[in-house]
C-alpha cells in the first residue's frame, strides 16, 4: 500500500518561510521522481517543483529563486522549502511521485494547506 503524507503547512505572513515535508511508504522512493503540485481555489493543479531520483530539479518561474525542493533517499522523504512567501503561494500543495517509466504522477497525497495572509 503506497502512501505520500504531507506535513509542514499552515498559517505565514507574506516574506515568512514554510517548510513542507512528504513521507513515502510502499514504493521504492530512491527510483521515483517526487514533485510538488499545488491548487488554488478556482484553479487547476499546477507544477510546483520537481526532483528526479538522481536529484536534478525543476521548478515552475513563479517559485524559481523563492522554493528548493530537495531529498532524502535514506528517510524516504522530500521537502520544500518556502522562502519569500506571497499571498498567490496560498493553495493546497500536494506531494507525487512518478515511476521511471511513466509519463505522469501514479500516487498522491492528501495535501496541505499553506495560506500566506497577514
Known amino acids: 500500500q503506497v502512501q505520500l503524507v504531507e506535513s509542514g503547512g499552515g498559517l505565514v505572513q507574506p516574506g515568512g518561510s514554510l517548510r513542507l515535508s512528504c513521507a513515502a511508504s510502499?514504493?521504492?522512493?530512491?527510483?521515483?521522481?517526487m514533485g510538488w503540485y499545488r491548487q488554488a481555489p478556482g484553479k487547476q493543479r499546477e507544477l510546483v517543483a520537481g526532483?528526479?531520483?538522481?536529484?536534478?530539479?525543476n521548478y515552475a518561474d513563479s517559485v524559481k529563486d523563492r522554493f528548493t525542493i530537495s531529498r532524502d533517499n535514506a528517510k524516504y522523504t522530500n521537502y520544500l522549502q518556502m522562502s519569500s512567501l506571497k499571498p498567490q503561494d496560498t493553495a493546497v500543495y500536494y506531494c507525487s511521485a512518478k515511476g521511471p517509466f511513466a509519463a505522469a504522477p501514479g500516487y498522491w497525497g492528501q495535501g496541505t494547506q499553506v495560506t500566506v495572509s497577514s
Open positions: 510502499g514504493i521504492a522512493f530512491n527510483i521515483y521522481t
Open positions: 526532483i528526479t531520483s538522481g536529484g536534478r530539479t
